[in-house]
């Protein structure tokens, strides 16, 4: 996966890295196809996620390390001294992520929940596992596409605030209006990206696009939404009065 396998089009922002590859094509082609099924469209996934992860890890610090060969002779070597984290996006980025620990293996994997509500069209966060007081040098997030972008705005803008002293994103295909919405709004960030697609539905839906990257993964495909996924930002967030109410045994009572 040599650098001249990347292309920077003029309609696209600098910080945005578009793989011009055969295979990632071939293999980019697979996932947007129907009939692939989900084991084939995860072994794709996570093959694409490993090739953009290769490319994306190409200016990571590395420190001198000497090592004893089976020669019994000294090498100087290298080795990675940048802290990465791994951030999938649940759950549609879970499989993105095992490709680049693949990658990395030294590399910690934190997990951030989002969903995008069906009322606001804007995501929601329901799930944050970033150590507190832990961040890292690098962060690697991953999802499998990007549309409207406002999802991984809310995660860079996490990561950022979290302490990430670098972040960037990996994805199999994108919006060319959401890439540059996103790259304009963080142009400190590196967006590496397999596939750009021109245009977005009126749900926000990449066209041609990959369909709903999480059901086609996982074989869940759902008729329609789970209650959770209707409400709004406002609606998701418990209310003091609606908190369990703690048990009292009747002994209590008396």
Known sequence: FPYTTLFRSSALPPNVHASSHPLIAHKITRLRNRDTKSAEFRSLLKEISFY???EATSHINSRKQVVTTPMNTEFTGSEISD??????ILRAGLVMGDGVLDLI????????GMFRSKVSNLPVQYYNRLPRDEPCDIAFVVDPCVATSNTLHAVVSICKKWGAKKVVVLAAVGAR??????????PDIDIYIGSCDDTLDAKGMLIPGLGDSGDRQFGTPIAEAPE???MSAEETILKPDSSPKKRTRSSDKN
Request: no cysteine; net charge negative.
């Open 228 to 230: 959770v996924l209707q």
């Open 177 to 186: 209006e959401g890439l540059t919405r996103l790259a304009n709004d963080h």
């Open 83 to 88: 802290n990465i984290a791994i951030i999938p």
């Open 52 to 54: 953009l992860g290769y």
């Open 105 to 112: 293996p030294t590399a910690v994997v934190h997990h951030i």
